[in-house]
Every structure is written in structure tokens, then in C-alpha cells.
């Protein structure tokens, strides 16, 4: 009887802290949202991602409001990162902050005013419904093979789909997953003053042996350059291991950390953005 009390206790403080990473979530990247109790109107993952679901049409044709001249496996491209992307923000949040690993149990997609400084815009986001599974006691590394597992598996019937509907291929879209994953670690570990902790965790779960994830390209890298004032500015970067296919598009070009571009290239525009964000956050 006293075991079961605690063990609800534990549950609900782990549910406590999930709620608190859900709320500095939403206050940090507006842009996704999550719970862990399911609104009426979300449904199951399998029933969202089916064939010929009305859900992946509407996600799909979202995609174009990034770029136009999109053909389908340029929109697969994009509707795989930008569901990975949001995906791992929600996930990395409640996880590196209650250290409670989340399994996605209901979702949708939604429309929402986006606060930016000129004003809100109507943009779209994943809702995301998680259920937590406790990890307290466990290895460090039993703990990241956990969260792969469980990543891995929600997005494996996904990038089936997308495969069979848009004809981008599996590894392809398996590499932007990873480049997003990496990606929203890096952002909630800035956010939360934790980078270089953050880092080492994202890189033990897309780097494990064998994974679908696991892309020799993708890394993290330092970029310094001297500002004009004489302050050396640095910033750490994700480097892509995949590619999101924006070139392909009217007008479009590649990304400053394509994996498409020669490594001092990629530098070179990186060393740009560093200092135009430094003119920026000074200005």
C-alpha cells in the first residue's frame, strides 16, 4: 500500500514537471504546442498519418506557403522537417526538463496566430498529445536509447507514407528527421543555458550504431569570427546531413548549413549570419 502511494507521488511530481517543460515550452517556441491530456478533435497517429488521410493532404499543401514551384518530393521534404523539427522541440523540452521521455499519443494540426514583431500572423503547428514514460534509476544512455526508440518508431510509419505518396526516399527523409532532432536540441539547450550538455545528449541519440538517424555528415560545429568593434563572436551550429530540397524551388537557394555546400562555404555564410545577428541583437 505505501509502495503504491509513492510510486502515485512520484507520477505526480514526474506529471508536474512535464506540465512546467510544456509550459516553458510554449513560451519559448510558440510555434509548437502540447499537453498530456487529448482535446476531442485530435486523433491517433495511425489514424492522422493513413493513406489518403485528409490530415497529411492539408500538411502537405502547408508546405508550399514556404516557397513556391514546389513538386511532391519537395514538399515531402519540407513536411518531414517541419514535423521533426516541431516534434523533437516538444519532446527535447519535456525531456530535458522533468527528464520524463514522451510517446506521442494523439495530435493535430492547427492554425494559430504567430507573434512576430511587426504582429501576428496566422501560421500552422502541431498540437501534440504526449504520454511520459519514467526513466528515474535508469543508465544516462538507457534513458537516450529509450527516447531514439520511441522517435524512431513513431516516424517510421510516417516516412513509409511519404514515401509511397511523394516518392522521396526513406534515407533521405531519415537524415532531415535526424538534422531536426539536432536542430531543436540545440535551440531548447541555448534557451535553457545548458548548450554543450544538450549537445553531447542530441549526439547520443542520432549517433547510435545502426540507426536510422545516424548520418555521418551531421554534426555540430563552433563558428568565430572577429566583429568589426574587435569582440570575437562564436556560435555553435548545426551542420545538416540532408537536404531540404528549397534550392529546387523557384527562386530558391541553398540553406547556410546545406550539406550540399563545400564545408568552408558553408563557414563563410555562417560567419556572415553570426555577424549580421550580432548587428541585429545590437541595433
Known sequence: MENARKREMGDAAGEGKARAAIAWLEAAFPEVACSLTPDEDMRLPSAFWAEGSPDVETCLAYQERFAT??????RAAHLIAFYSHQLSLAA??????????????????????????????????FRFCMALKEVAGCAPDDANEL???????????????????CGLSARAQWRLAADSMAGAFLE?????????????QA??????????????????????VAAACGNDLSRTYRMRGGCCLYYRTDGGSYCDSCVLLEPEARRERLRAHLLETARGEIG
Open 92 to 125: 527535447a523540452a519535456i525531456y530535458l526538463c522533468s527528464g520524463l521521455v514522451p510517446d506521442v499519443k494523439h495530435l493535430r494540426f492547427e492554425h494559430y496566430a504567430r507573434p512576430l514583431e511587426a504582429g501576428a500572423v496566422e501560421a500552422g503547428r
Open 188 to 200: 531548447a539547450g541555448r534557451r535553457r543555458g545548458m548548450e554543450a550538455e544538450v549537445i553531447a
Open 203 to 224: 549526439l547520443a541519440i542520432v549517433k547510435r550504431v545502426g540507426s536510422p538517424l545516424n548520418s555521418e555528415a551531421l554534426c555540430y560545429e563552433k563558428i568565430e
Open 147 to 165: 527516447f531514439h526508440d520511441l522517435f524512431v518508431a513513431h516516424l517510421k510509419p510516417i516516412i513509409a507514407l511519404v514515401k509511397r505518396r
Open 69 to 74: 514551384g514546389m513538386d511532391n518530393k519537395v
